[in-house]
């Protein structure tokens, strides 16, 4: 078999299963695909070692017929994830030099799940950002271009690492992380699947924290399929995270059907925005129709506190990032700042963080302490904890109305020029995020589904929200929509 690395996890699963192909090969078809893809950045710390050695494995496994389910394919791990023994910076100067003493259990399960890893994957610093220009690395690019235009765009943020990664077949699939839209966004921008669980499916415990109340780990892939896959085995109980249910984890895969007669999809009217580019409203458009030629019955609906959204997530996401980062102070992990004569533990504090932290980081952690501090606690964290609750009831109030999925746009502009927002005021980058923060602040499960193609061949993806815990359900409808849409382009190879 050729190509090995441009094949799903469906497929890789099924040759590996027939006998047509080894993990071995697999494993080796990705890692050339790397080391050709230096101009991408996506990869930050590559484990070739590691990859051959449990692909080894994975392949005398599989010969004995005792194979779990994702026995011997190649995946790409966001640098947020704790990985033992293998650096894992969450793409900050702070943790330079930090190698973790122990494996995130969402590594874990995957390793568990029998798949190979291939190494770190880039990111926004601490997982803050939209378009993974904060990272210490460097900005990660997006394999998509402008019609003729060789101008390098992001690849979304903060997993653009994962996103680069899946879009340009450096490995099968990847871990991603979202807080307020770092699965979704990215993925739209590179025309890949990703879905953002319900809050708790997935374990925190070992992924370095940026908003505890607010992250999710998630697959991002090449299809609906492969999402199902990854997310099974991503999921379930960890009695090491507080927040992580103790909820069975369904056969996801088992659940695509394809057939959603009879479903009800809202389509919430603050969704359409002054000022949304017509393609992105002309694709929502056709999205609805698709569904509506499946069966499924088309519901407008109201959702009326989404304006407030991202001010909410913009005070209480800061908020537990300051409170998350302190941590970071120069004695426990990674970079310590050079001393002068006479500096004490407050001046050693200061040096640290004003050199191990990058601006934006800076910015949030300032934010995040500012919104918390005695005199402005109730005049901004309270208020955005009590709007939060208020996002959270619209969502509650169209689901209890019988409401079983909601569609809107992942993102409101196809990828951008790196480069394009560094002038911009922060805001301008925030409002990235305007279509997928409510759903972080809900705990909703979420999935972008690339859709199709701006008039620059640029992807675009449409987003399904649906009800807490029915991640099967809602991938079933990604599935129907992904069936209709029928996207299949690829970005052309110039790396
Ligand atoms: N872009 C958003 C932020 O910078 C979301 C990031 C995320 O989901 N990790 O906060």
Redesign the pocket.
Known sequence: MSDLNTLTLAQARDALRKGETTSVALTEACLAAIEGAGALNAFVHKTPEIALERAKAADVRLQSGDAPKMCGLPIGIKDLFCTKGVPSQAASRILEGFKPEYESTVSQQLADAGAVMLGKLNM?EF????SNETSCYGNAVNPWRRGNDDAALTPG??SGGSAAAVAADLCLAATG??????IR?PAAFVGITGIKPTYGRCSRWGIVA?ASSLDQAGPMTKDVRDAAIMLEAMCGHDPKDSTSADLAVPDFEAMLTGDIRGKVIGIPREYRMDGMPEEIEALWQQGTEMLRAAGAEIRDISLPHTKYALPTYYVI?PAEASSNLARYDGVRYGHRAKLAQGDGITEMYEKTRAEGFGHEVQRRVMVGTYVLSAGFYDAYYNRARKVRSLIKKDFEDVFAAGVDAILTPATPSAAFGLGEMADADPVQM?L??VFTVTV?LAGLPGVSVPAGLDKQGLPLGLQLIGRPWEEGDLLNTAYALEQAAGFVAKPGKWW
């Open positions: 926004d997982a803050m950002g939209s943020g903060s992380t979202d807080t307020g839209g770092s966004q940026f996401a925030y990235n995020d972080n």
